[in-house]
T-cell receptor, first 113, second 112 residues
Framework: AQSVTQLDSQVPVFEEAPVELRCNYS??????LFWYVQYPNQGLQLLLK??????LVKGINGFEAEFNKSQTSFHLRKPSVHISDTAEYFC???????????FGTGTKLQVIP | DAGVIQSPRHEVTEMGQEVTLRCKPI?????LFWYRQTMMRGLELLIY????????DSGMPEDRFSAKMPNASFSTLKIQPSEPRDSAVYFC??????????FGSGTQLSVL
């Protein structure tokens, strides 16, 4: 079955430090990958997406992610986090031509002042 | 566009009562998704529609749950009868073709 794995449920990090949130997906011939962010009491918003082309994808708020086919990973990174980045981050995948989007279990990023 | 609109924002009901959650997708979007979010299980896809037709309802927990999409601008998720374990945040999302999902603000459901 197709799945998305986020191994870290919570990641505490000091303000202005770099952060990496990990995501692995089940291998497929065709996969589209996404990172969404959820702020408290809100719905999810798209941070960035990988459909094809360059494996390094830049998103909003200074985040970027790298698609690594050999490791089936799509880790999210930011070189310097801000307090306002405190939120829950979800990795998601859409396989082949299917509309269905599978989400990981989420990683709560806590930025410590 | 106002985005995906869900109502109500909060619903508190008693066990056994019928609950109806509503969703208005973004105009022009042809896919609509219902998700449920809980601390224990995270974000679960319940059902999704493409061009108003249910495509995959394998995530619907049981027969107490039903969803309809009578037209391109409206969908409902109904729980009858409701149970305390149904308490969660229910999200509706819409998309066009294979583009990103746009989420509503969710309905916080509490079943007492």
């Amino acid at each position: 079955a197709q799945s998305v794995t986020q191994l870290d449920s919570q990641v505490p990090v000091f303000e202005e430090a770099p952060v990496e949130l990990r995501c692995n997906y089940s291998s497929s011939v065709s996969v589209y990958l996404f990172w969404y962010v959820q702020y408290p009491n809100q719905g999810l918003q798209l941070l960035l997406k990988y459909l094809s082309g360059s494996t390094l994808v830049k998103g909003i708020n200074g985040f970027e992610a790298e698609f690594n086919k050999s490791q089936t990973s799509f880790h999210l990174r930011k070189p310097s986090v801000h307090i306002s980045d405190t939120a829950e981050y979800f990795c998601a995948a859409r396989y082949g031509g299917y509309q269905k989007v599978t989400f990981g279990t989420g990683t709560k990023l806590q930025v410590i002042p | 566009d106002a985005g995906v609109i869900q109502s109500p924002r909060h619903e508190v009901t008693e066990m056994g009562q019928e609950v109806t959650l509503r969703c208005k997708p973004i105009s022009g979007h042809n896919s609509l998704f219902w998700y449920r979010q809980t601390m224990m299980r995270g974000l679960e896809l319940l059902i999704y529609f493409n061009n108003n037709v249910p495509i995959d309802d394998s995530g619907m927990p049981e027969d107490r749950f039903s969803a309809k999409m009578p037209n391109a601008s409206f969908s409902t998720l109904k729980i009858q009868p409701s149970e305390p374990r149904d308490s969660a945040v229910y999200f509706c999302a819409s998309s066009f073709e294979n583009e990103k999902l746009f989420f509503g603000s969710g309905t916080q459901l509490s079943v007492l």
